[in-house]
């Protein structure tokens, strides 16, 4: 079992930045692939960022490359989503989720944080 908490979220004008943090608890947090997913108010929750459990590789959605970076460390059992050139579509609540597999699939995750709310103003 683990258990994941955002935080990070806040009030931003479009082109600036935010770095979301996701605190784990849980001894085997280092053997978890980690997602960052974001659900705006009537949409569907949809698939931001990943991270493999080492760390090594990542993928992201189109719509945030060059823009989003995720990382993680292992050692404070917290994984990061660095948000620059923020858009005011980037508005929603983020989560972020933890999972057996390396996927951009919200279904494949088994553990998620409560969210975190990101607004960005134009």
């Known amino acids: 079992q683990v258990q994941l908490v955002e935080s990070g979220g806040g009030l931003v004008q479009a082109g600036g930045s935010l770095r979301l943090s996701c605190a784990a608890s849980?001894?085997?947090?280092?053997?978890?692939?980690m997602g960052w997913f974001r659900q705006a108010p009537g949409k569907e929750r949809e698939f931001v960022s990943a991270i493999t459990s080492s760390g090594g590789n990542t993928l992201n959605a189109n719509s945030v490359k060059g823009r989003f970076t995720i990382s993680r460390d292992n050692a404070k059992k917290t994984v990061y989503l660095q948000m620059n050139s923020l858009k005011p579509e980037d508005t929603a609540v983020y989560y972020c989720?933890?999972?057996?597999?390396?996927?951009?699939?919200?279904?494949?995750?088994?553990?998620w944080g409560q969210g975190t709310q990101v607004t960005v103003s134009s």
């Open positions: 849980g001894r085997t947090f280092s053997s978890y692939a």
């Open positions: 989720a933890a999972g057996s597999r390396w996927a951009s699939s919200a279904r494949l995750y088994d553990y």
